[in-house]
């Protein structure tokens, strides 16, 4: 594994994608280390990873994972839970990162707009800025709405906001009031 201590969270995730690649399970970065591609830099040891995966599958994975030496923990959520369930993997220096199966209103077409961007001499597939601004707008804490502000404002590429409005539109109305707020202030 490319982690060789604490704090080191976003190198165990390249031995993740290692595992989902030869799993044959696409996913998109997200949090934090996308948070960063979109502008907003933070100082966090998290990694983390949206799953394009069905259910079923997850046991199939965490025993993959298993074998290739992580730690896991495979948590399901309830029905009322916006996250189905929750793949935690660590090692022996406690990085960790999590894979969410699934996210509840997320545009079944966010796979086919991943951004993919050189990480560590590879390349990683992160959430679009519109996906990733919506997903911020649906979590809504103080934290999720300054990085969905950053990103809305960054110069370097514009942001669809047709799009972005269609896709924060199904996480609810909370999300898009959110949404109309940061557009308007």
């Not at 990873?49 to 992580?70: D, H, W």
């Not at 990085?95 to 545009?107: I, M, P, T």
């Not at 590879?122 to 934290?143: H, L, N, W, Y």
């Amino acid at each position: 594994m490319k982690a060789s201590g604490p704090g080191q969270s976003t190198l165990l995730f390249l031995d993740v994608a290692k595992v989902l690649v030869q799993e044959n399970v696409a996913y998109a970065v997200i949090g934090a280390m996308a948070a960063a591609v979109h502008g907003a830099i933070r100082a966090t040891t998290d990694a983390d990873a949206l799953l394009s995966i069905a259910l079923p599958r997850l046991g199939p994975l965490e025993k993959a994972f298993k074998r290739a030496g992580f730690e896991s923990e495979l948590r399901r959520g309830d029905p009322e839970d916006p996250i189905p369930a929750l793949l935690v993997l660590s090692d022996h220096h406690g990085n960790r990162v999590d894979l969410l199966a699934g996210l509840r209103g997320l545009d079944p077409e966010a796979f086919s707009r991943l951004i993919i961007v050189p990480f560590q001499g590879s390349t990683i597939p992160v959430i679009s800025r519109e996906d990733f601004i919506a997903m911020k707008c649906f979590a809504g804490g103080p934290q999720d709405i300054a990085d969905a502000q950053i990103a809305l404002r960054l110069r370097d590429a514009e942001v669809n906001i047709e799009l972005l409005r269609r896709v924060t539109r199904r996480f609810g109305r909370t999300a898009t009031d959110v949404l109309e707020r940061l557009l308007t202030s």
